[in-house]
């Protein structure tokens, strides 16, 4: 009898001891071929804005290092919240992610209520990119210098107007804290995302934007629209001729636009590893690095729970911005 038990005890192991290989051997399987599939990344603005300038460079990369395909769906509406929300409700298994931005830190303070919750809902991954917000303007509506310009907007308060991505986006709090802190008043007028903004500030139809560098580089280079300031105490080395906010009487104003990867909250962690691996290896890639100093913007190379502690951050930040310009929805 104790021979009996001895040899199911030892049955009992060998098993045990089989399956606990046979999965350790999956995880590993599964970390190391995803993906294995295309992989779609929602882009909650209209093709054209500042999150498609870092998301295409960012897809094209990843497509060739991975030899799958990163496929970008471009949802906008009410001012990126309607991607957001798509993204979250999409299944945790490593094929649908989410390219988001500053907009969705900022969105918790200006909008009642969201069918999302930014740090409920997701699992943070990395921060792409960062890049300074630049005051742009239609050199044929006004000046193309800053005090010129500055003199023209305070000798007619609410005549001239600045486009955004949407009310409750960077592009309009970057408006509101600029009239905060110059004691101006500009009309602001929201457009479903950054691109469609541009475009009209491109035909002369608003008078200037409050942009992120990315989105505005080819169109200031181009000619198009013209660069009074980039905020922040430093001038940008893609535009050494930009003055920046400190110089221009405005130390206060530091406003950087943002762009962040998460994935549904649930799904794996050993899928998220593999994708923070595709992030680090597609930025110090020389493609990636030359697009990024082409348009201005850095890799803060934050990721996993340092990215998620930055997030909850400027979500604190933000509110208070809201609360102390006391912007609200157009």
Not at 85 to 111: E, R, W
Request: proline share 7%; aromatic share 10%.
């Amino acid at each position: 009898m104790h021979q009996l038990k001895s040899n199911t005890s030892r049955r009992h192991w060998m098993t045990m001891t089989v399956a606990a290989c046979a999965s350790f051997n999956f995880g590993a399987i599964a970390q190391s071929t995803w993906p294995t599939k295309p992989v779609t990344m929602i882009v909650p603005f209209p093709a054209g804005g500042g999150t498609d300038a870092f998301a295409r460079p960012f897809s094209a990369q990843f497509s060739k290092q991975s030899g799958k395909t990163l496929v970008i769906d471009n949802r906008g509406g009410a001012g990126g919240n309607l991607g957001a929300g798509i993204a979250s409700k999409a299944a945790p298994d490593g094929y649908t992610l989410f390219m988001g931005a500053v907009h969705h830190s900022i969105a918790p303070s200006m909008y009642p209520k969201l069918d999302y919750d930014l740090e409920r809902d997701f699992v943070p991954l990395a921060l792409v990119a960062s890049v300074p917000h630049v005051l742009v303007v239609n050199p044929k509506n006004m000046p193309g210098d800053f005090k010129a310009f500055m003199e023209m907007v305070r000798s007619k308060p609410g005549k001239f107007n600045y486009g955004s991505a949407g009310g409750g986006t960077s592009h309009h709090l970057a408006g509101e804290l600029f009239k905060l802190q110059s004691k101006t008043f500009i009309t602001h007028i929201p457009y479903r995302g950054s691109g469609p903004a541009l475009q009209d500030l491109i035909a002369g139809n608003v008078d200037m934007m409050f942009d992120g560098l990315g989105s505005s580089a080819q169109h200031i280079k181009g000619g198009r629209i013209k660069a009074l300031m980039v905020s922040g105490n430093k001038r940008n080395p893609a535009f050494p001729d930009v003055p920046c906010a400190a110089e221009l009487g405005l130390p206060d104003y530091n406003v950087n636009t943002w762009y962040g990867l998460w994935a549904p909250k649930g799904t794996p962690a050993d899928v998220q590893g593999r994708a923070i691996e595709e992030v680090r290896k597609a930025a110090a890639s020389e493609e990636i690095k030359a697009s990024w100093a082409n348009n201005g913007a850095d890799f803060p190379n934050l990721t996993g729970a340092q990215f998620g502690s930055f997030v909850s951050a400027e979500i604190k930040k933000w509110a208070a911005v809201v609360k102390a310009s006391g912007a609200k929805l157009d």
